[in-house]
DNA sequence: GGCAATACCGCACACGTTTTCCGTGATTGA
DNA sequence: TCAATCACGGAAAACGTGTGCGGTATTGCC
């Protein structure tokens, strides 16, 4: 794939146009003759020409390209929902860019003024965590994803994740589970405190706040054991993996005595516990699809406001359901 | 931060001076007064002016943006590496796109269309293995990183397995340990192959492959205790920890009886293990800081050719020091 | 005071594409 | 048959910046 410059102006020659006619042709636009475009299409394609981005992009003002910034440093979140924004956009011939502020509002004010000077078609803002964030002053597309912007008149695509507990709960209780303890991260985490309030309406149940660990839910399993539960959901993965080894310690089977759940489907987490973790998957890709979809509608012109919550899905596995 | 689009002819305006002066006072090029050049700054910093990346690029050739083209769709690997580029060309005033091949060699054909079409500067190419592979084939710098590439000529940079596995045992036998069993991947793996080739040659033992998986660790545990081991170094920090697992159902204390390392470490593994790991880091932000570096040189038109190797470092936790 | 050298800056073009405007030839309707 | 309309394609400007070359003013030197 050598790259020998071609241009439009080689393509237009060979067709016997002129550099003008052979865009439109390209692009599909002006008032030609089919004639015309095909001759000029079977030239570009005999040269392999790709049109300079460079020039495109001083010319139309469109650079075909959005960014995606994550405060997310470990892409737990990010990497998913770039999946999905990349699917949407590449189809578009757009391209992303990962922006990755490392939780530094500096980082995110230098990068914002290197995408506006690069300009960008528009920005996808997403984070680690789901509290709403203040928003970012650019003058360009903007669509936050997980964690919502506090301005309403922006638009947001967030998780539901309320029904996401709903759930696990009315699957527990399908199940026949009567005593269903609940333990999960700290409570001024609103994706901690949304669940728990969420599980909290079903069960009329105290939930049990720490933090996301392991460990925590080893020592919050001593905690609720006391009460005599059949079924404890938990707020993440991490937890309900420490949950189950704790149980499996004490030698109280999952899920014959106590079935448990988890939340995130995090793959190393779900699949490695064991047994393996029923639990409420993200939908994390059709978050970043839809988003990227809101945004391509921002840039056409007809921008999206509000904040719209897209539903989790409940993954069944061997926690709940036996072997 | 309103883009009323200040452009560099607003700033030369305001300097008093043409639009070529004022370029060429912002970018310390040509011959100028140190007066004038000083003026055009403060005109720029008065109307916060940032050049227009588009016709910056069509205009110099230069993109000042460098890809980092990964396989590796979890991030696991590429995110670090992406985090020490940016560090590196985030001083140069250079820009990093993400590209996530999902090993699919279209997608990747494609994406170096798209990136040859933009102008970039130059890509870095790693991936989720360690395993060497096929160069790309574009005019222009290129760095590999993590998985070398097949062509000794290209510059590449890699991790040192080989030492990185040895200084575990030095580690463990520098606490006495001398039955020493190893625990590692598929046999077909570079970086599992290459961990116990270097394990071998210095215990004269034979490694035990596998898969990367916590069940594997637990399931060989039971293999290698029959030769009464007093070590086990693992080739993941996963193996390890599904070790660690199965020594503790068993009774037997780690690392009082028996010290374990794992490799990688990586915190979710190595930290959420009981107990928490000694284990080999890989320095992959070093990675992607010396991949950066010369990639630039390469872009200033002084490439590198073969593969540097960057030493990995021990880590020591409690699973081989006790509490 | 005149000449040459030097420092300094402006002019004009280049980069590659898109897009607006306009001209030409053909077609249709009266 | 003439005029009005339409389809088609070309010429040139525009996007914003970088840069080579030449011109001017200033300085230095004799």
């Known amino acids: ?135 970012i002053d650019v003058p360009l597309p903007v669509v936050y994803a997980l964690a919502a912007s506090t301005n309403p008149a922006d638009a947001s695509v967030i998780v539901d994740d309320a029904a996401g507990a709903a759930a696990t709960i009315t699957h527990l209780q399908g199940l026949g589970c009567t005593r269903i303890a609940h333990i999960t991260g700290p409570a001024h985490h609103r994706s901690a405190a949304e669940r728990a309030e969420a599980v909290a309406a079903a069960l009329c149940t105290e939930p049990l706040f720490g933090d996301w660990s392991e460990r925590w839910g080893r020592q919050a399993t001593d905690l609720v054991l006391r009460e005599h539960p059949d079924a404890i959901t938990c707020g993440s993965d991490q937890i309900a993996r420490g949950v189950c080894d704790r149980l499996r310690e004490l030698g109280r089977s999952v899920p014959d005595e106590i079935a448990v759940t988890g939340y995130d489907n995090w793959p190393v987490m779900a699949l490695a516990s064991r047994p393996p973790l029923t639990t409420v998957d993200l939908r994390l890709e059709d978050l970043g699809r839809r988003a990227a979809s809101l945004l391509l509608e921002a840039i056409a012109g007809t921008p999206h406001h509000g904040v719209l919550e897209l539903p989790a899905q409940l993954v069944t596995r061997e926690s709940t359901l036996g072997a």
Chains 1, 2 share one sequence.
Not at 8 to 34: E, F, H, P, R
């Open 1 to 135: 794939m050598k790259r020998p410059g071609v241009r439009i102006t080689d393509v237009a020659a060979l067709a016997g146009v002129s550099a003008g006619t052979a865009s439109k042709a390209l692009n599909n636009t002006g008032q030609l003759s089919q004639e015309t475009r095909s001759r000029v299409r079977r030239a570009a394609a005999q040269l392999g020409f790709t049109p300079d981005a460079r020039g495109r992009a001083l010319s139309s003002g469109r650079t075909y390209t959005v960014a995606l910034l994550t405060t997310d440093s470990s892409g737990r979140f990010s990497i998913p929902i770039m999946r999905g924004v990349e699917d949407v956009l590449s189809a578009g011939e757009l391209a992303t860019v990962l922006c990755d502020t490392r939780d530094d509002p500096l980082r995110e004010q230098s990068y914002l003024r290197t995408l506006v000077a690069r300009g960008v078609d528009g920005i996808v803002v997403t984070g680690r965590r789901t509290e709403p964030r203040p928003p």
